[in-house]
Each structure stands twice: as structure tokens, then as C-alpha cells.
């Protein structure tokens, strides 16, 4: 543990909570080695010392103890300064500790102030220190990675001295992962301090200064709703983690000291290096460890999202140098026991205990790295919220432009200061409504409440619009298009002659004893726990089909090298023909996705040792002594794997009595084997999964499936699905690293289904097609390929990666990173990308993706943005439509805010050019009842069942709606300036007179008039006039008629008509408009600072309404939202697509040789080569822009 002291500790190591411990209460041995650990330099008596003399991280070290007189001092000085005293000392640690502390020798010290270069950084709870000799930042709470597991066994085989346990307690900290509950102060504050809302403090602040209470009250109420409904989310996420993690700080393990032997010690204060000794079952792992002596078997739920049994085999100590990880082919992590992982069973080696090194703490570990993928979520650079900033800042301009306006207008007319400048603030508070945002969010509040009725569960809501926006999408194979059982179709044996007859099990027969008998009763990784048999599926499938029982040996069973209480199977009473009495599972080389295989030691009771294995064909078949492995064994296994069935093999060998098992190498072990045969399993489509395919498909998103399973049996549950259709090719794609003198190659292959020719490649075995016409290349085809061929194309033909996953559909035997990597080639290429999952080996890539969607509701999904009850892939499309209304929804919503603020902005400035506004009352009417009404109402549209073969706009600014909002703004202007000119024409204007209703006038009839009207009304002169009452009509109305236009329904929304409640509140609205207009009441007149005018102008404002409405509407719906004419102009302009996968499309649709099919490329060929990059500003985080 080489590491240096933070600024943070470096304050003052007494009493540092970042520590762990308090300086002066280490033993004084303790503090020499501290001293001579970090700082490896010497100092000198006195009070000040240099360290590192002369080097580049040299310090000085400063001696100083507390007394008590100045203690007391200081805090009488807090209490009189009202905690100013300590808040100061806070942010002044130095002053802290020169106030409470006198200077003394470096000898009686109980607390030292370092002046030092030394660097440290927190990033995301993980705690990285400046490394001087290596120039870089290095993590510290973590076991060295360099380590061989020699060195591990020979350092930590004993545990660590008490005096190593404080040192590293003082670098790396408590073993905790805090998630503390945000207090809600906290909450409010951050929430209060959002630029939104001091936006909306200051609105409310000039309303307030212009007695508009009543709209100022409405805000304020409307503020307060929206921050408790954040803060209580907010609060509830957090409480909802602390619980997560709760449980994970207070657990009680035993630690073998060097010298103090075994303790019970609480679980914060274990440290990288300490030695675990875990007795009993259901223990629930506080850290990360790798286990060295002992093996256990756990449940990986909590990381995997799958409550199956796995079972860790303890380190082997070999005499390499190399690091532990990267010793053996193998998959380390088959070693290593998980922070949040429980320990089902632990089973003692010969020493009689299980031992593990501590290897990482905190949020260093396996779970505080789930926990912090949930704190700290990959941040999304969606252009729809940097355009709404854009937008915004362009309604401030014109804000600006109206402020000018008004100072220049109001100046001349000789208005007071205070006059000027409450009207020009105004302006900004009306081009810029302070509701913008929040009505924004209210369709994805709805979609969101959809989905949670549905059964799908969003902890991201902002990523609701992203679903609106995909256009690929992933699918894992088993749990998710198939079943998740597995059931035993058959068992295929061979002999020297080759495969025989399949034993069905639909028969009832039992398999008759032999060593595939054996094999599929000993081969597994399943336990007994309280009786019950658990672990995999397909594991639990083969045992039960021998009808054999498991059990435990007695404390008198013994055999050399071997544990008592070792599994032990056997045949049933009623089976016959079985010589042997049962079966002990000695040793486990576990299976891993890595390597596709697994192993076991067993031991006939009274008989031979044995090896057997179990695993994928392929692998399997390449352990075998070749002359074992039936010449038919590729259309043998082809017959099957087109089916769709899953295959496993199996093989064994016999092993010398003598060896010690635990001596035994697992490639001792799996060498020389002797091919037994094939067991046969079927995993069948779940009900939904075609249907649903062919809707996304139909839709014109891309369906892509990842498995780790078999690529024969991907190729055919691809096709049984309809994710490649009848008519589609599907091509081959392998690709071969470097070997010896020849480089890396890549090959090109049809497959073929009908015609079954034998291609003998180890990897996969496919039949293929020899000769293929030139029609091979015509028409739409898929690729096909497996893990291996994807990182050895990602490794040496990276310029052929892009031009692959254009067509790529089909990926096997991917292992979880190199899924999460997929993913995210897919997103370079500008596609969003969604991941849908079980939970079982996606957790990774389901993170990876925009919109990561996990189908099961173990801990491992809550990284997962969405989560869905239903456990089938209909949650996709649902989800899709509710993201594209959710998106539409937003764009309606944040046309409608700006064309409302436009149009009462337009009508403000006309009336400020008459020194005149409209009043308190006017202004209430149309931000409370109407708009506040129509932004809560718009949004209820649900989603239009059906996906149609397009996406809406992902962008605001985007030509079709820039020129709605731009051209409906002009035709506001446009009324709003004919009926400000036209009244002012009318014969009966004047501004002498308060109604126009009593005025006998020769050009005007008496059936123009209003006899009922008064002559005069009592009014506020300051914004009663003609111009005024013509504005405010025209303007209202507008608003109801712009929202009418604006509600869109299909393709993506239901109609307009479906939302009852929007429908039935414009026309209440527009009813209480008309009658405001037509009725002649004075007293509503007088409250609203209305003019009584003759009813033949009143006509005349309808009609310019209707005009307007007629117009917007046409205009909308045949230029606007037509998708026909808008891809007719981009033809003739000649516009294409800048994503980057369309660029591919075109690319490759004009070159005649893609694919290049029957052909071998090589790496060092020029065509090769590895100098294409390509980014993708969608993936890229960009936090500052979001």
C-alpha cells in the first residue's frame, strides 16, 4: 500500500474523520511507522521538520498540543458568534488548530499541520491520491493489482499485525458505503436555488411591487406544489438507497490476526489484506475478498440479477510472477467473493476453515460500484434540453429588444423612473413565462404514471423522452425472447461407431448406467440447503433426469485428500443396474462465461476417480482425444442447433487415486478427454416475443440480438422470431487472431439451412454455402458473429467494424463486457440505442444504453433507467409509444408557452405605445384561467397504439417547427396590429369616452348599439381604452385557439378528441370569452377594465379570430405537419442525413463488392487498416449542456 496523505488529512490527522482513527490514541509504534510509510524521510527535534528533504514532494511538519484553556475558549467563542466561530475554523483548518493548540516538539505532539504539495481528489465517494514517482493519480482502498497469487498466499495467508491493520485503516478509511438521507433543509435549499426558480422570485417580486397579488399567490402555490413534489422524490430515492445500503455497514466477521488470531470485529473497520475466516451458511459479504483456502458457493443476485448458486474455488498458488488476475485463462472472478453477494455455503479444505483476503472496501467494491452507478448516473446529452436552453435565451433577446423598446417609448413620454423600469421588467417576465419549465415536464409526469399503471417503473423520468427517440434496440436471448426454463428434450451417446439412437425423456426411461450417467448426476454446481436441491436450471434439469438423490457424506466417510461432509450423490432405491453406491463430488472447476465449460473431481465410492466435463460442443469437443470425437459430430450437432435446441456436451477421463485433488491443475484436468456425447435441451419462444418483434420491426426499428449462447441456435431462434425473415441471408462472420507467423484474419460465409455440408472450424459450426451466385448479394442480409470474432475485429479491423454493425443482428457467445461494448459501438454510430434484459449478465450494458430496460426486480436492476413486472419484451413497444407521446407532448407544450408569451408580449408592447398595458385582472384572466389550464389539460393524451415506421423530431430546432412558432407569431402580429390600427379608425373612437354603446353617431345604427350599457362607466383610466379591450379579446381568444391547434394527435398522440378533459375545458373557455364579449354587464366590464363596444366590432373581432384559426390550422396541418412535402424538399435541396450510420448505409448500398462474400482477409492487407475513427456527439456526456 503505497500511497500519500490528502490536503484533507493533511488539515490535522487528530480526531480526522477521513482517518478512521485519532492520532494521539495510536500506540507510539504505530505513529513511527505511519511516519515512516507516508513519508519515508527522517525530522528533526523541535517543533518543525522537513520531510522528503530535497524531494519533489518534500513538506514541512509542524508540532503542536492541545490545551484545554484555549479550548474552552473557543467554544464560548462559538457560542457568542452564533456558530460563525467554527464555521470559520471550518473552512480555516490551520486556524482550528492554532487557536486550540499551543507549539511543542514533534515528540509530545498530539496533532501536526503539514505544509505540503500533496494532492488529493474524492471523485464519485472513490478517493485518489498524486502519485510523485509515477506522476498520476492513484486509487487508493484497493489491494494491489500486481500481486501474484503467491505473493497473496505467502503475505496475507496470515493475516496482517494489528500495528499493518492501523496503518492501512488511516489510508483507506472505514469499510462503509454511506449513503446518507439527504436532510430535507438540504433538499429545499438545492431545489430553491435551481436558476428556475430565482427566475420566478423575481417575477414575483415586481408583481408584488405592482399589486398583481393574485397571479404572484398562484405561482407561489404552484412553486410550492412543484418543489415538495421533487423534494419528496427526492427524498424517498435517497431513503430507498440508504436502506440498500444499510445493512451492508453492520455486520459482524471474524479476522485472523499474524499475532491475535481469530476476532469478531465489526465490519468498517476491515481493510484491504485482512484475513476472513467464514463459518456457517447465509453470510452476507461486507467486501470484496478472494478466497485462498476453502471453497464456497453464493448467491450472485445482487449483482447479476439471477438467484442461481455459484459456486468460488479458492486461489491456486502458483510459483509465476505473473498478476493473480491474469495467471490462468480462466475467469478470475470464479475466485473472488462480491461485496452484497451471500455466502450460501462455505465448505472447509483440509485445515478445516475458509479463508479470504480482503481485497477492496467501500465504494471500491462490487456493490458500492452498483450504488454509485445509481448515485452518479451516466449523464445524458439529449439535444431536445439543449435546444430548449437555446430557445430560451432567443425569447431573452427579444426580451431584451422589448425593454429597449419600452425605456425608449415610456422615456419620451415623460413617465417617472420608477414607471420606466417596473414597465421594462415587465417585458421579460412576459416574453420568458416563468411556467415554461415546469409545463414542460408535465407530459413526461403523465407518460410516467402510464408506464407505472403498465407496469413499467422509470427512476430516470428525463430519459422517457430519449424512448421517444430509438431506433435500435437489443435484446438478450434466454429469459428475454425465449423461455427461462429450460426443458430436457433428449441425450444423444456415442461409442467408437459414433452417435447413437436419442434417448428421449418424454419415455420415462431413466439413462442407462454409464459414464454419461455419471456425468449428468455428478457434473453440476448444485447444493443442498435445508433440503432442498438449488442452483442452475439447466443443471437442475440433467440431475432430475437421472432420478438420482443428493446428500451429504457422514462425519466417517474418507478418502484421500478429501474433506468430510463432501457432496455425495446416488441412485434411487428403486433404480437398478447400478454398481456403483453413489458418487462424491470432490473438487469444481466452476463454469464461466469465459471459458464455456465446467469440471468436476468425483469419486465412485469403492471405485475409480474421474473428470468430468460439461460445456459448449465446440469447447468441449477441443479437449477430447480427437479419435473419441464422432466424424459426424458437426451435422450431428448442425441437426440439432438449427432447431433451435441448446446442446451441451460432455466428456470424462479417469485420474490417478494418489493426487490430492486440490493439486490437481485445471488444465491437468481438462486434457486428454474422452467425448461421451450431447444432451439436448429445448428452450422454447415466449408467446409475445414474435409479435412484438414484427411490430418493431414493421416500425423500422432495428431489432439486434446479444446471447452467449450457441451461434447456430442464435441464427435459428433469430429466424423463429422474425428477426431475420424468410427471405433474408444471413452471413458469417469469423474472425481468427494471430497466430504464429499469420496475422489476424477475418472470413466471409453464407449459411446455408438446406443443404448440410461439413465446414470443420473449432468455433462454429455452421453449414455453409461453397458457390454462391451474384443474387447472393441482392436484397436485405444479416451478419452474423461470436464474441471471439467481435474483439478480434475490434483489435486488428476496426475500419470494418462500422460497415459490420450496419448489417450485424446476430451476436453469440458475447460475454457481459464485451455486451456493454456493443452497445456502445452501436451509439457511435448515432443510433439510440435500448437494451432490454433479465438482469442476468446485462447489468452492464443495460447501464451502457440510452434506455436500458430490465426485466428483472433483483437489486441488480435498479442501475436499469426502466424496469418492467411483465417479464416478456411487450414492454418495449409500450414504451416506445409512450416516449414518442411523452416527446410530441413536450414540443406541443413548449410551442404553446412561447406562442402564448408572444402573443401577450406583441399586445403589452402595441399598448405601451400608447403608454397604456393591460391591467391586473386581464393579465390573471389569461395566465391563470387560460393558459395554467390548458398546460395542465394539453398533456393528457395518452399514446397512439400503434408504432408507425418513423420517429417524431428530435429537436426543437428543427425547420417544420421553427417555422410553425415563427409563422404563427407573425400572423398574432399581424391581427394583433389590424385590430389595434382598425379600432382606431372606427367612427365611434374616441379617447374621451369610456363605452362606445350610448354614442349616437349618423354612420352607426341603432342596432349597432347596446341600449342596456350606461353612458360613462366608473373605470381605471389608466388602462381602459378601445385599444385595450380589442387587444385583450383578440389576445385571449388567440391563446384557446393556438392551443387547439397545437394538440397534436396521430401518429403519435390519440387525437385531440379522446382527451375529454382538454376538449371540455376550451370550450368553457372559449364560452366565457364570448360571453364576456357579447354580454354587456358593467360591472364585469369595470373588474376586467373592459369597454363597452358596439356589437358590430364585436363581430368584426370574431371574425378576424376565425380568420387566424383557419389559417394557423391549414397551415398546420398541410405544411407543418405535412411528412410528405418536408422529405419532397429536402430531395430537391438534396439534404441527407448527417448521422453517422446513414453515411455507412449510403457508403455501402453504392459498393458493389459489400459483403465480400467466400473471401479471407488478413491485417496487414491495406484495406485493413486501423485508421478510421468515429465519434458521436450523442454519446459524448457533456453535463454543461444538458
Known amino acids: 500500500m503505497s500511497s500519500f496523505p490528502s490536503a484533507e488529512e493533511v488539515r490535522w490527522l487528530s480526531g480526522s474523520a477521513s482517518w478512521g482513527s485519532s492520532w494521539k490514541h495510536l500506540p507510539g509504534k504505530v505513529r513511527k511507522e505511519v511516519w515512516n510509510h507516508f513519508f519515508m524521510g527522517h525530522f528533526e527535534k523541535g517543533q518543525h521538520a522537513l520531510l522528503n528533504e530535497g524531494e519533489e514532494n518534500e513538506m514541512e511538519i509542524f508540532g503542536y498540543r492541545t490545551q484545554g484553556c484555549r479550548k474552552s475558549l473557543c467554544l464560548a467563542g462559538s457560542i457568542f458568534s452564533f456558530g460563525i466561530l467554527p464555521l470559520v475554523f471550518y473552512w ?137 413534489l421533487t423534494v419528496y422524490d427526492l427524498r424517498e430515492q435517497s431513503v430507498k438507497l440508504h436502506h440498500l445500503v444499510e445493512s451492508h455497514n453492520s455486520i459482524t466477521v471474524s479476522v485472523c490476526g499474524r499475532k491475535a488470531g481469530v476476532q469478531e470485529l465489526e465490519s468498517h473497520v476491515l481493510v484491504p489484506g485482512d484475513l476472513l475466516i467464514l463459518t456457517g ?81 467501500g465504494f471500491n467494491t462490487a456493490k458500492g460500484d452498483l450504488v454509485r452507478s445509481i448515485l452518479y448516473p451516466k449523464p445524458m446529452n439529449f439535444k431536445l434540453y439543449r435546444d430548449a436552453i437555446r430557445f430560451l435565451l432567443c425569447l431573452v433577446g427579444t426580451a431584451t429588444v422589448g425593454m429597449i423598446y419600452t425605456l425608449c417609448v415610456y422615456v419620451l413620454s415623460g413617465e417617472p423612473p420608477e414607471e420606466v423600469m417596473r414597465k421594462a421588467l415587465d417585458v421579460i417576465t412576459i416574453a420568458v413565462p416563468p411556467a415554461l419549465p415546469a409545463a414542460l415536464t408535465t407530459g413526461i409526469i403523465y407518460a410516467q404514471r402510464r408506464l407505472k399503471k403498465s407496469g413499467i417503473f422509470c427512476i430516470s423520468p428525463q430519459r422517457i423522452n430519449v424512448c421517444g427517440q430509438l431506433n435500435l434496440v437489443c435484446f438478450d436471448k434466454t429469459g428475454t425472447l425465449t423461455r427461462d426454463g429450460l426443458d430436457l428434450w433428449g441425450v444423444v451417446s456415442c461409442d467408437r461407431n459414433g452417435f447413437q439412437e436419442v434417448h428421449s425423456f418424454a419415455s420415462g426411461q431413466a439413462v442407462p448406467w454409464g459414464p454419461l450417467c455419471a456425468a449428468m448426476a455428478s457434473c453440476h454446481s448444485l447444493i443442498l440447503l435445508d433440503g432442498t436441491i438449488q442452483g442452475d436450471p439447466l443443471d437442475l434439469k440433467m440431475f432430475e433426469a437421472t432420478t438420482w438423490e443428493m446428500a451429504f457424506s457422514g462425519d466417517d466417510f474418507s478418502i484421500k485428500g478429501v474433506p468430510a461432509h463432501a457432496t455425495v450423490v446416488k441412485p434411487c432405491r428403486t433404480a437398478s443396474q447400478v454398481p456403483v453406491e453413489g458418487i462424491a463430488i470432490l473438487h469444481q472447476f466452476p463454469f464461466s462465461s469465459a471459458l464455456q465449460r465446467m469440471t468436476v473431481i468425483v469419486q465412485e465410492m469403492g471405485g475409480d476417480r474421474l473428470a468430468f466435463m460439461k460445456g459448449a460442443p465446440e469447447r468441449v469437443a477441443s479437449f477430447c482425444q480427437p479419435e473419441t470425437v464422432p466424424t459426424s459430430f ?80 442464435a441464427i435459428t431462434v433469430a429466424r423463429k422470431s422474425g428477426m431475420v425473415s424468410e427471405n433474408q441471408k444471413v452471413i458469417l462472420i469469423e474472425a481468427n487472431e494471430t497466430n504464429g507467423s499469420s496475422s489476424a484474419s477475418i472470413s466471409w460465409t453464407l449459411v446455408e439451412e438446406k443443404t448440410h455440408i461439413t465446414y470443420g472450424n473449432q468455433d462454429n459450426y455452421i453449414n455453409i454455402r461453397d458457390e454462391v451466385s451474384d443474387n447472393g448479394r441482392e436484397g436485405s442480409y444479416h451478419f452474423a458473429l461470436t464474441g471471439k470474432s467481435f474483439h478480434v475485429i475490434s483489435q486488428h479491423f476496426s475500419s470494418l467494424l462500422p ?93 404553446y408557452m412561447a406562442l402564448y408569451s408572444m402573443i401577450q408580449y406583441v399586445g403589452v408592447l402595441l399598448l405601451y405605445w400608447e403608454t397604456n398595458s393591460l391591467s391586473n385582472y386581464q393579465f390573471l384572466f389569461q395566465d391563470l384561467a387560460i393558459t395554467t389550464l390548458i398546460g395542465v389539460t394539453m398533456n393528457l393524451n395518452g399514446a397512439y397504439p400503434k408504432l408507425v ?125 364570448l360571453f364576456i364579449l357579447f354580454a354587456d354587464i358593467p360591472e364585469l366590464y369595470r373588474r376586467l377594465d373592459l369597454l363597452c363596444t358596439p356589437i358590430l366590432w364585436r363581430v368584426s373581432i370574431v371574425i378576424m379570430l376565425s380568420l387566424n384559426f383557419i389559417v394557423s390550422l391549414v397551415a398546420e396541418e398541410a405544411v407543418i405537419e405535412n411528412r410528405a412535402l418536408w422529405m419532397m424538399i429536402k430531395r430537391c435541396f438534396g439534404y441527407q442525413s448527417k448521422s453517422q450510420y446513414r453515411i455507412w448505409q449510403r457508403d455501402l448500398a453504392g459498393d458493389p463488392s459489400w459483403p465480400p462474400l467466400n473471401q479471407t482477409s488478413h491485417s496487414d492487407m491495406p484495406e485493413c487498416g486501423r485508421g478510421v475513427s468515429y465519434s458521436n456527439p450523442v454519446f459524448e456526456s457533456n453535463e454543461e449542456q444538458l
Request: some cysteine; glycine content about 6%.
Open 803 to 895: 460497415k459490420i454493425l450496419i448489417n450485424g443482428t446476430i451476436f453469440a457467445r458475447m460475454s457481459p463486457g464485451q455486451k456493454s461494448s456493443l452497445v456502445e459501438e452501436f451509439q457511435k454510430l448515432d443510433y439510440f440505442v435500448g437494451m432490454c434484459g433479465d438482469g442476468a449478465n446485462d447489468c452492464g450494458a443495460l447501464k451502457m444504453a440510452h434506455v436500458g430496460i430490465s426485466l428483472s426486480e433483483q437489486e441488480a436492476s435498479v442501475a436499469s433507467p426502466f424496469t418492467s413486472k411483465t417479464p416478456n419484451i411487450e414492454c418495449v413497444p409500450h414504451l416506445i409509444k409512450e416516449g414518442r407521446a411523452a416527446l410530441v407532448t413536450s414540443f406541443c407544450m413548449f410551442k
Open 634 to 713: 458437426v451435422s450431428e450437432l448442425q441437426i440439432y442447433t438449427t432447431q433451435g435446441f441448446r446442446v451441451i456436451a460432455l466428456a470424462y477421463k479417469k485420474l490417478e487415486n494418489d493426487h490430492h485433488t486440490t493439486a490437481l491443475t485445471r488444465e491437468t484436468v481438462e486434457s486428454d478427454l474422452i467425448f461421451l456425447g450431447l444432451l439436448i435441451l429445448e428452450n422454447r419462444l415466449k408467446e409475445e416475443t414474435k409479435p412484438v418483434l414484427e411490430e418493431l420491426i414493421s416500425a423500422q426499428i432495428r431489432t439486434v440480438m446479444i446471447t452467449g449462447d450457441n451461434l447456430q441456435t
Open 281 to 361: 451458511n447465509k453470510v452476507l459479504m461486507p467486501c470484496d475478498a478472494v478466497l485462498i483456502e476453502g471453497s464456497c458457493v453464493v448467491d450472485e443476485g445482487m449483482l447479476t440479477g439471477e438467484s442461481i448458486p455459484v459456486t468460488k474455488t479458492p486461489l491456486p498458488k502458483m510459483d509465476s510472477s505473473v498478476p493473480w488476475k491474469t495467471q490462468s485463462e480462466a475467469d478470475y472472478k470464479r475466485h473472488v467473493l462480491f461485496c452484497g453477494t451471500e455466502v450460501i455455503q462455505a465448505k472447509a479444505a483440509c485445515s478445516g476453515t475458509v479463508r479470504a483476503v480482503v481485497l477492496q472496501t
Open 949 to 1073: 415506421p418513423f420517429r417524431p423530431a428530435g429537436r426543437l430546432i428543427s425547420p417544420p417547427l421553427l417555422l410553425s412558432v415563427i409563422f404563427n407569431i407573425l400572423l398574432s402580429l399581424a391581427m394583433h396590429i389590424a385590430g389595434f390600427i382598425l379600432v382606431q379608425r372606427q367612427p365611434w373612437y374616441s379617447v374621451e369616452i369610456h363605452s362606445a354603446c350610448t354614442v349616437q353617431n349618423e354612420s352607426i345604427s341603432d342596432l349597432t348599439m347596446s341600449p342596456a350599457a350606461p353612458e360613462k362607466m366608473e373605470s381605471n383610466s389608466a388602462f381602459t381604452s378601445f385599444e385595450n379591450t380589442t387587444i385583450w379579446f383578440l389576445g385571449t381568444i388567440n391563446c384557446i385557439i393556438v392551443a387547439l391547434v397545437f394538440s397534436k394527435g396521430k401518429p403519435f398522440r390519440q387525437p385531440t378528441y379522446t382527451n375529454y378533459v382538454f376538449v371540455l375545458v376550451l370550450i368553457i373557455q372559449l364560452g366565457v370569452c
Open 92 to 228: 480555516r483548518p490551520a486556524w482550528h488548530v492554532w487557536a486550540h493548540c499551543v507549539p511543542c516538539s514533534l515528540q509530545e505532539a498530539d496533532t501536526v499541520l503539514l505544509r505540503t504539495t500533496v494532492r488529493c481528489i474524492k471523485v464519485q465517494k472513490i478517493r485518489y491520491v498524486w502519485n510523485y514517482l509515477e506522476g498520476q493519480f492513484q486509487k487508493i482502498g484497493s489491494l494491489e493489482d500486481w500481486l501474484s497469487s503467491a505473493k497473496i498466499h505467502q503475505k496475507f495467508g496470515s493475516g496482517l499485525t494489528r500495528e499493518e491493520q492501523e496503518i492501512r485503516r488511516l489510508i483507506c478509511g472505514p469499510n462503509t458505503i454511506d449513503v446518507e438521507v439527504t436532510p430535507i433543509w438540504k433538499l429545499l435549499i438545492k431545489e430553491v436555488l435551481n436558476p428556475f426558480y430565482i427566475f420566478q422570485l423575481f417575477s414575483v417580486c415586481l408583481w408584488f411591487s405592482e399589486d398583481y397579488k393574485e397571479y404572484a399567490f398562484a405561482i407561489i402555490i404552484m412553486s410550492i406544489i412543484s418543489i415538495s
